[in-house]
Protein backbone atom coordinates (compact mmCIF):
# COMPACT_ATOMS: atom_id res chain seq x y z
CA UNK A 1 0.00 0.00 0.00
CA UNK A 2 1.20 3.39 -1.36
CA UNK A 3 2.08 5.76 1.66
CA UNK A 4 0.24 8.92 1.68
CA UNK A 5 1.23 12.67 2.16
CA UNK A 6 -0.71 14.72 4.47
CA UNK A 7 -0.61 18.67 4.19
CA UNK A 8 -1.14 20.47 7.52
CA UNK A 9 -3.31 23.26 8.14
CA UNK A 10 -2.44 25.82 11.24
CA UNK A 11 -5.64 25.45 12.41
CA UNK A 12 -4.99 21.71 12.80
CA UNK A 13 -2.33 22.43 15.30
CA UNK A 14 -4.07 24.40 17.24
CA UNK A 15 -7.28 22.42 17.64
CA UNK A 16 -4.76 19.41 18.44
CA UNK A 17 -1.05 19.92 19.30
CA UNK A 18 -0.36 16.07 18.87
CA UNK A 19 -2.05 15.36 15.15
CA UNK A 20 1.46 14.41 13.97
CA UNK A 21 0.88 11.37 15.72
CA UNK A 22 -2.64 10.52 14.18
CA UNK A 23 -1.68 9.49 10.58
CA UNK A 24 -0.01 6.55 11.36
CA UNK A 25 2.81 5.56 9.10
CA UNK A 26 2.26 8.55 7.21
CA UNK A 27 4.52 11.29 5.77
CA UNK A 28 3.38 14.81 7.35
CA UNK A 29 4.47 17.94 5.07
CA UNK A 30 4.25 21.28 6.97
CA UNK A 31 4.13 24.01 4.93
CA UNK A 32 6.57 27.18 6.19
CA UNK A 33 3.68 29.40 6.40
CA UNK A 34 2.28 27.60 8.82
CA UNK A 35 5.29 27.80 11.42
CA UNK A 36 5.35 31.33 10.61
CA UNK A 37 1.41 31.49 11.64
CA UNK A 38 1.86 29.57 14.66
CA UNK A 39 4.85 32.08 15.76
CA UNK A 40 2.11 34.52 16.09
CA UNK A 41 0.16 32.37 18.29
CA UNK A 42 2.81 31.35 20.85
CA UNK A 43 2.33 34.26 23.57
CA UNK A 44 -0.97 34.07 25.40
CA UNK A 45 -3.14 32.07 27.84
CA UNK A 46 -5.72 30.13 25.56
CA UNK A 47 -5.41 26.54 24.84
CA UNK A 48 -4.77 27.54 21.27
CA UNK A 49 -1.78 29.88 22.21
CA UNK A 50 -0.49 26.03 24.65
CA UNK A 51 -0.86 24.12 21.56
CA UNK A 52 1.13 26.47 19.66
CA UNK A 53 4.13 26.41 21.84
CA UNK A 54 3.49 22.64 22.60
CA UNK A 55 4.06 21.74 18.75
CA UNK A 56 6.66 23.97 18.31
CA UNK A 57 8.76 22.42 21.10
CA UNK A 58 7.88 18.93 19.29
CA UNK A 59 8.95 20.14 15.79
CA UNK A 60 12.39 21.95 17.56
CA UNK A 61 13.12 18.17 18.93
CA UNK A 62 13.22 16.35 15.91
CA UNK A 63 14.77 18.84 14.13
CA UNK A 64 17.41 18.58 11.84
CA UNK A 65 18.47 19.52 8.71
CA UNK A 66 16.45 16.61 6.50
CA UNK A 67 13.80 17.81 8.21
CA UNK A 68 13.76 20.90 5.63
CA UNK A 69 15.21 17.84 3.03
CA UNK A 70 13.21 14.44 2.93
CA UNK A 71 11.83 14.85 6.60
CA UNK A 72 12.55 12.68 9.73
CA UNK A 73 10.69 9.87 11.63
CA UNK A 74 7.87 11.09 13.87
CA UNK A 75 8.63 8.01 16.06
CA UNK A 76 9.04 4.29 15.63
CA UNK A 77 6.01 2.99 13.33
CA UNK A 78 4.78 6.39 12.23
CA UNK A 79 5.80 8.11 9.38
CA UNK A 80 8.37 11.15 8.38
CA UNK A 81 7.58 15.07 8.81
CA UNK A 82 9.18 17.28 6.93
CA UNK A 83 8.87 21.32 6.53
CA UNK A 84 8.21 22.94 2.94
CA UNK A 85 9.77 26.35 2.00
CA UNK A 86 7.93 28.56 0.16
CA UNK A 87 7.85 27.84 -3.44
CA UNK A 88 6.78 30.56 -6.98
CA UNK A 89 3.15 30.79 -6.93
CA UNK A 90 1.56 28.24 -9.50
CA UNK A 91 -0.36 29.69 -12.82
CA UNK A 92 -3.39 28.20 -11.27
CA UNK A 93 -3.31 29.81 -8.40
CA UNK A 94 -2.48 33.26 -9.81
CA UNK A 95 -5.69 32.52 -11.83
CA UNK A 96 -7.65 31.95 -9.44
CA UNK A 97 -6.97 33.75 -6.28
CA UNK A 98 -6.34 37.97 -6.77
CA UNK A 99 -5.14 38.15 -3.15
CA UNK A 100 -2.45 36.32 -1.79
CA UNK A 101 -3.05 36.10 1.60
CA UNK A 102 -1.64 33.20 4.15
CA UNK A 103 -4.04 30.85 3.58
CA UNK A 104 -3.07 30.79 -0.33
CA UNK A 105 0.35 30.64 0.18
CA UNK A 106 -0.22 27.27 2.35
CA UNK A 107 -2.64 26.24 -0.23
CA UNK A 108 -0.14 26.57 -3.32
CA UNK A 109 2.24 25.27 -1.66
CA UNK A 110 -0.04 21.78 -1.31
CA UNK A 111 -0.92 22.07 -4.87
CA UNK A 112 2.94 22.32 -5.55
CA UNK A 113 3.63 18.53 -3.50
CA UNK A 114 0.34 17.52 -4.84
CA UNK A 115 1.22 18.45 -8.23
CA UNK A 116 4.56 17.05 -8.12
CA UNK A 117 3.46 13.68 -7.24
CA UNK A 118 0.61 13.69 -10.48
CA UNK A 119 -1.57 14.33 -7.00
CA UNK A 120 -1.89 10.78 -5.86
CA UNK A 121 -1.53 10.02 -2.61
CA UNK A 122 -1.30 13.87 -1.37
CA UNK A 123 -4.49 15.28 0.88
CA UNK A 124 -4.51 18.60 2.12
CA UNK A 125 -5.87 18.96 6.14
CA UNK A 126 -7.35 21.55 7.51
CA UNK A 127 -10.80 22.41 9.47
CA UNK A 128 -10.88 25.82 7.43
CA UNK A 129 -14.67 24.66 5.29
CA UNK A 130 -14.05 27.41 3.30
CA UNK A 131 -10.24 26.54 2.21
CA UNK A 132 -11.25 23.37 1.66
CA UNK A 133 -13.67 24.69 -1.38
CA UNK A 134 -10.95 26.40 -2.01
CA UNK A 135 -8.71 23.55 -2.31
CA UNK A 136 -11.50 21.09 -4.04
CA UNK A 137 -11.74 24.05 -6.92
CA UNK A 138 -8.38 23.72 -7.91
CA UNK A 139 -8.42 19.92 -7.78
CA UNK A 140 -6.99 19.47 -4.72
CA UNK A 141 -7.76 16.44 -2.20
CA UNK A 142 -8.75 17.81 1.16
CA UNK A 143 -10.04 16.62 4.26
CA UNK A 144 -11.52 18.05 7.53
CA UNK A 145 -9.42 16.67 10.68
CA UNK A 146 -11.48 14.59 12.71
CA UNK A 147 -9.03 12.23 15.42
CA UNK A 148 -11.83 12.74 17.99
CA UNK A 149 -15.44 13.31 16.94
CA UNK A 150 -18.46 10.98 17.11
CA UNK A 151 -19.52 8.30 14.01
CA UNK A 152 -22.91 8.61 14.50
CA UNK A 153 -24.94 11.18 16.12
CA UNK A 154 -28.50 9.52 15.54
CA UNK A 155 -27.26 6.95 17.73
CA UNK A 156 -25.89 9.16 20.41
CA UNK A 157 -26.27 8.67 23.90
CA UNK A 158 -29.33 10.27 25.81
CA UNK A 159 -28.85 9.38 29.11
CA UNK A 160 -32.87 8.04 28.85
CA UNK A 161 -34.44 4.98 28.20
CA UNK A 162 -38.09 4.68 28.28
CA UNK A 163 -39.32 0.72 29.44
CA UNK A 164 -42.73 -0.27 28.57
CA UNK A 165 -44.66 -3.50 30.55
CA UNK A 166 -42.41 -3.67 33.62
CA UNK A 167 -43.34 -6.01 36.06
CA UNK A 168 -46.13 -4.16 38.54
CA UNK A 169 -44.73 -5.18 41.62
CA UNK A 170 -41.76 -3.19 41.04
CA UNK A 171 -43.58 0.39 41.21
CA UNK A 172 -45.05 -1.45 45.17
CA UNK A 173 -40.92 -1.94 45.65
CA UNK A 174 -39.70 0.91 44.59
CA UNK A 175 -41.05 3.74 46.62
CA UNK A 176 -40.47 1.61 49.88
CA UNK A 177 -37.17 2.19 51.87
CA UNK A 178 -34.34 1.30 50.68
CA UNK A 179 -36.04 2.70 47.35
CA UNK A 180 -34.12 0.53 45.07
CA UNK A 181 -35.18 -2.89 43.70
CA UNK A 182 -32.80 -5.62 42.22
CA UNK A 183 -32.40 -5.18 38.17
CA UNK A 184 -33.68 -8.85 37.69
CA UNK A 185 -36.90 -7.46 39.49
CA UNK A 186 -37.78 -5.35 36.53
CA UNK A 187 -38.78 -8.65 34.26
CA UNK A 188 -36.99 -6.97 31.30
CA UNK A 189 -33.95 -8.07 29.60
CA UNK A 190 -32.28 -4.97 29.05
CA UNK A 191 -28.56 -3.54 29.00
CA UNK A 192 -28.12 -0.03 30.98
CA UNK A 193 -25.25 2.24 31.18
CA UNK A 194 -24.24 3.00 34.90
CA UNK A 195 -26.22 5.80 35.48
CA UNK A 196 -28.41 6.18 33.02
CA UNK A 197 -31.73 7.27 33.62
CA UNK A 198 -35.18 4.93 33.39
CA UNK A 199 -38.86 5.86 33.14
CA UNK A 200 -41.06 2.53 34.09
CA UNK A 201 -44.59 2.27 32.84
CA UNK A 202 -46.97 -0.57 33.14
CA UNK A 203 -50.59 0.57 32.38
CA UNK A 204 -51.06 3.89 34.59
CA UNK A 205 -47.91 3.25 36.56
CA UNK A 206 -44.94 4.85 35.94
CA UNK A 207 -41.73 5.93 38.34
CA UNK A 208 -38.79 7.89 37.71
CA UNK A 209 -35.14 6.01 38.17
CA UNK A 210 -31.79 5.24 37.71
CA UNK A 211 -29.60 2.47 37.24
CA UNK A 212 -26.16 2.36 39.91
CA UNK A 213 -24.04 -0.20 38.03
CA UNK A 214 -21.91 -1.41 40.99
CA UNK A 215 -24.96 -2.61 42.73
CA UNK A 216 -26.66 -3.39 39.82
CA UNK A 217 -29.81 -2.04 41.57
CA UNK A 218 -32.43 0.39 39.97
CA UNK A 219 -32.79 3.58 42.39
CA UNK A 220 -35.85 5.85 42.92
CA UNK A 221 -35.46 9.38 41.90
CA UNK A 222 -38.06 12.00 43.05
CA UNK A 223 -38.36 15.70 41.76
CA UNK A 224 -36.33 18.10 44.19
CA UNK A 225 -36.54 21.83 44.86
CA UNK A 226 -33.40 23.67 44.18
CA UNK A 227 -33.58 27.20 45.49
CA UNK A 228 -37.26 27.90 44.11
CA UNK A 229 -36.80 26.08 41.02
CA UNK A 230 -38.60 22.91 40.48
CA UNK A 231 -38.33 20.58 37.53
CA UNK A 232 -41.18 20.47 34.84
CA UNK A 233 -40.79 17.65 33.78
CA UNK A 234 -38.71 14.31 33.79
CA UNK A 235 -36.10 15.01 32.21
CA UNK A 236 -35.14 18.12 34.20
CA UNK A 237 -35.78 16.05 37.17
CA UNK A 238 -33.24 13.23 35.91
CA UNK A 239 -30.62 16.08 35.61
CA UNK A 240 -31.17 18.15 39.11
CA UNK A 241 -30.90 14.32 40.37
CA UNK A 242 -27.32 13.88 39.02
CA UNK A 243 -26.26 16.98 39.96
CA UNK A 244 -27.43 16.94 43.50
CA UNK A 245 -25.66 13.32 43.56
CA UNK A 246 -21.68 13.67 45.63
CA UNK A 247 -21.29 10.46 43.98
CA UNK A 248 -20.95 11.42 40.37
CA UNK A 249 -18.32 14.18 39.90
CA UNK A 250 -18.90 14.37 36.49
CA UNK A 251 -22.30 15.89 34.47
CA UNK A 252 -23.31 16.42 30.90
CA UNK A 253 -26.29 18.13 30.27
CA UNK A 254 -27.02 18.86 26.91
CA UNK A 255 -30.20 20.16 24.77
CA UNK A 256 -31.61 23.11 22.71
CA UNK A 257 -32.27 26.81 24.31
CA UNK A 258 -34.78 26.86 26.61
CA UNK A 259 -34.45 23.71 28.18
CA UNK A 260 -33.12 25.01 31.66
CA UNK A 261 -29.81 23.38 31.15
CA UNK A 262 -28.04 26.32 32.87
CA UNK A 263 -30.54 27.60 35.05
CA UNK A 264 -30.42 23.72 36.65
CA UNK A 265 -27.14 23.72 37.06
CA UNK A 266 -26.79 27.32 39.05
CA UNK A 267 -29.67 26.32 41.16
CA UNK A 268 -27.84 22.73 42.10
CA UNK A 269 -24.45 24.30 42.92
CA UNK A 270 -26.62 26.88 45.23
CA UNK A 271 -28.86 23.98 46.67
CA UNK A 272 -25.12 22.42 47.28
CA UNK A 273 -23.00 25.35 48.14
CA UNK A 274 -21.98 24.62 51.62
CA UNK A 275 -20.41 21.35 50.54
CA UNK A 276 -17.70 23.16 48.45
CA UNK A 277 -14.99 26.75 48.38
CA UNK A 278 -16.59 27.88 45.60
CA UNK A 279 -19.41 27.81 42.51
CA UNK A 280 -17.13 28.51 39.18
CA UNK A 281 -19.58 29.41 36.14
CA UNK A 282 -17.53 29.62 33.47
CA UNK A 283 -18.52 29.69 29.44
CA UNK A 284 -15.85 30.37 26.15
CA UNK A 285 -15.14 33.33 24.60
CA UNK A 286 -15.69 32.76 20.71
CA UNK A 287 -13.31 33.58 19.04
CA UNK A 288 -11.58 31.77 21.84
CA UNK A 289 -8.42 33.96 20.91
CA UNK A 290 -10.33 36.75 22.22
CA UNK A 291 -8.79 38.74 19.30
CA UNK A 292 -12.21 40.53 18.68
CA UNK A 293 -12.35 41.95 22.24
CA UNK A 294 -10.03 44.77 21.41
CA UNK A 295 -12.16 46.32 19.32
CA UNK A 296 -15.11 46.95 21.59
CA UNK A 297 -14.73 49.83 24.20
CA UNK A 298 -14.57 49.94 27.65
CA UNK A 299 -12.05 47.81 29.98
CA UNK A 300 -11.66 43.84 29.93
CA UNK A 301 -14.68 43.61 32.31
CA UNK A 302 -16.97 45.56 30.59
CA UNK A 303 -15.95 43.92 27.18
CA UNK A 304 -16.38 40.60 28.61
CA UNK A 305 -19.91 41.65 30.19
CA UNK A 306 -21.80 40.82 26.92
CA UNK A 307 -20.66 37.16 26.94
CA UNK A 308 -21.06 36.32 30.38
CA UNK A 309 -24.75 38.65 30.85
CA UNK A 310 -26.89 34.63 29.43
CA UNK A 311 -25.22 33.57 33.15
CA UNK A 312 -26.20 36.97 35.17
CA UNK A 313 -29.89 36.71 33.69
CA UNK A 314 -29.81 32.98 34.88
CA UNK A 315 -28.67 33.93 38.49
CA UNK A 316 -31.64 36.61 38.16
CA UNK A 317 -34.29 34.25 37.55
CA UNK A 318 -33.83 32.49 40.58
CA UNK A 319 -33.27 35.21 42.43
CA UNK A 320 -37.11 36.48 41.05
CA UNK A 321 -38.48 33.28 43.03
CA UNK A 322 -37.65 35.45 46.54
CA UNK A 323 -38.93 38.34 47.63
CA UNK A 324 -36.05 41.19 47.56
CA UNK A 325 -35.95 41.19 51.06
CA UNK A 326 -35.93 37.05 51.38
CA UNK A 327 -32.38 35.36 52.99
CA UNK A 328 -31.58 33.17 50.06
CA UNK A 329 -31.93 36.16 47.61
CA UNK A 330 -29.55 38.02 49.84
CA UNK A 331 -27.36 35.18 49.85
CA UNK A 332 -27.08 35.05 46.09
CA UNK A 333 -25.63 38.91 46.22
CA UNK A 334 -23.45 38.39 48.70
CA UNK A 335 -22.15 35.02 47.28
CA UNK A 336 -21.04 36.85 44.26
CA UNK A 337 -19.41 40.01 45.89
CA UNK A 338 -17.51 37.64 48.33
CA UNK A 339 -16.27 35.93 44.97
CA UNK A 340 -18.50 32.30 46.48
CA UNK A 341 -19.51 32.45 42.76
CA UNK A 342 -17.49 33.22 39.91
CA UNK A 343 -18.40 34.21 36.77
CA UNK A 344 -15.66 34.47 34.23
CA UNK A 345 -14.69 33.47 30.71
CA UNK A 346 -13.20 29.86 30.63
CA UNK A 347 -9.48 30.94 29.71
CA UNK A 348 -9.56 32.83 32.61
CA UNK A 349 -10.23 30.00 34.82
CA UNK A 350 -6.15 28.70 33.56
CA UNK A 351 -3.98 28.73 37.00
CA UNK A 352 -6.85 28.89 39.17
CA UNK A 353 -7.24 26.16 41.92
CA UNK A 354 -9.69 23.59 40.98
CA UNK A 355 -10.23 22.03 44.37
CA UNK A 356 -13.99 21.50 46.56
CA UNK A 357 -14.88 23.71 43.27
CA UNK A 358 -19.02 23.28 41.84
CA UNK A 359 -17.77 24.38 38.14
CA UNK A 360 -20.22 25.01 35.28
CA UNK A 361 -19.16 24.65 32.19
CA UNK A 362 -21.39 26.60 29.90
CA UNK A 363 -22.03 26.25 26.62
CA UNK A 364 -19.62 23.08 26.15
CA UNK A 365 -20.12 22.61 22.70
CA UNK A 366 -17.92 25.49 21.57
CA UNK A 367 -14.57 23.82 23.56
CA UNK A 368 -13.01 21.02 21.79
CA UNK A 369 -11.90 17.97 22.94
CA UNK A 370 -8.49 18.91 24.04
CA UNK A 371 -9.82 21.68 26.28
CA UNK A 372 -12.41 19.16 27.85
CA UNK A 373 -9.68 17.17 28.67
CA UNK A 374 -7.76 19.84 29.85
CA UNK A 375 -10.21 21.41 32.46
CA UNK A 376 -11.26 17.81 33.68
CA UNK A 377 -8.15 16.44 34.22
CA UNK A 378 -7.05 19.81 36.21
CA UNK A 379 -10.50 18.70 38.81
CA UNK A 380 -9.23 18.20 42.60
CA UNK A 381 -10.17 16.90 45.68
CA UNK A 382 -14.04 17.07 45.95
CA UNK A 383 -14.65 19.24 42.95
CA UNK A 384 -18.00 18.61 40.70
CA UNK A 385 -17.55 19.49 36.94
CA UNK A 386 -21.38 19.90 34.99
CA UNK A 387 -20.62 20.57 31.11
CA UNK A 388 -24.03 22.48 29.95
CA UNK A 389 -24.76 22.91 25.93
CA UNK A 390 -26.33 22.18 22.58
CA UNK A 391 -23.89 20.24 20.25
CA UNK A 392 -25.84 21.29 17.36
CA UNK A 393 -25.69 24.96 18.15
CA UNK A 394 -21.98 25.57 17.27
CA UNK A 395 -20.79 28.88 17.43
CA UNK A 396 -16.23 27.65 17.19
CA UNK A 397 -15.51 28.57 13.49
CA UNK A 398 -13.48 24.91 13.26
CA UNK A 399 -15.94 22.77 15.54
CA UNK A 400 -19.15 21.03 14.33
CA UNK A 401 -21.56 18.73 15.67
CA UNK A 402 -19.01 15.52 15.61
CA UNK A 403 -15.64 17.15 16.77
CA UNK A 404 -17.06 19.50 19.70
CA UNK A 405 -15.87 19.01 23.10
CA UNK A 406 -19.59 17.69 24.37
CA UNK A 407 -20.33 15.07 22.14
CA UNK A 408 -16.81 13.82 22.96
CA UNK A 409 -17.48 13.81 26.69
CA UNK A 410 -20.69 12.30 26.00
CA UNK A 411 -19.24 9.24 23.88
CA UNK A 412 -16.48 8.48 25.79
CA UNK A 413 -17.63 8.60 28.99
CA UNK A 414 -20.92 6.91 28.86
CA UNK A 415 -21.24 4.10 31.69
CA UNK A 416 -18.54 5.36 33.79
CA UNK A 417 -19.51 5.30 37.28
CA UNK A 418 -18.44 8.64 38.06
CA UNK A 419 -20.00 10.15 34.75
CA UNK A 420 -24.05 11.08 34.62
CA UNK A 421 -25.90 12.60 31.30
CA UNK A 422 -29.06 13.39 30.18
CA UNK A 423 -30.61 14.81 26.76
CA UNK A 424 -33.04 17.74 27.82
CA UNK A 425 -35.86 17.59 25.04
CA UNK A 426 -38.49 19.85 25.78
CA UNK A 427 -38.03 23.74 25.98
CA UNK A 428 -39.48 25.16 28.77
CA UNK A 429 -39.30 28.89 28.12
CA UNK A 430 -42.60 29.36 26.81
CA UNK A 431 -44.88 28.20 24.83
CA UNK A 432 -44.07 31.01 21.86
CA UNK A 433 -40.00 29.69 22.35
CA UNK A 434 -40.73 25.98 21.86
CA UNK A 435 -42.77 27.12 18.80
CA UNK A 436 -40.15 28.71 17.20
CA UNK A 437 -37.80 26.39 18.01
CA UNK A 438 -39.57 23.55 16.32
CA UNK A 439 -40.70 25.64 12.93
CA UNK A 440 -38.25 28.21 12.28
Known amino acids: MNKKI ?39 NNVIHCNARDFLRTLDALSSEKMFNGGVPIEKGKGKIAICLDVELDDIIKENFTEITADIK ?41 SKFVENLSDMYTGLQVLNHVNPRV ?3 LYKKPFEVPISSLGINVAFYTNENLILKNGSNS ?14 IQPQVCYGIRPRNAEQTFALNAMLNPEIPLVTVSGKAGTGKTLLALAAALARKQHYRQVFVARPVVPLSNKDLGFLPGDVASKLDPYMQPLYDNLTVIQNHFNEHNTQSKQIRELIEEEKIVITPISYIRGRSIVRVFFIVDEAQNLTPHEVKTIITRAGEGTKIVFTGDIFQIDHPYLDSQTNGLAYIIEKMKGQQLYAHINLEKGERSDLAELAAKML
Not at 12 to 22: A, E, M, P
Not at 106 to 118: C, D, P, W
Not at 207 to 220: M, S, V
Open 171 to 173: FES
Open 207 to 220: ALAFYDGPTQTIKA
Open 106 to 146: ILNIAYTVAKKHAFKNVIFVTKDVNLRLRARSIGLKTENYN
Open 6 to 44: FILDTNVILHDSGCIHQFKDNDIYIPITVIEELDRFKKG
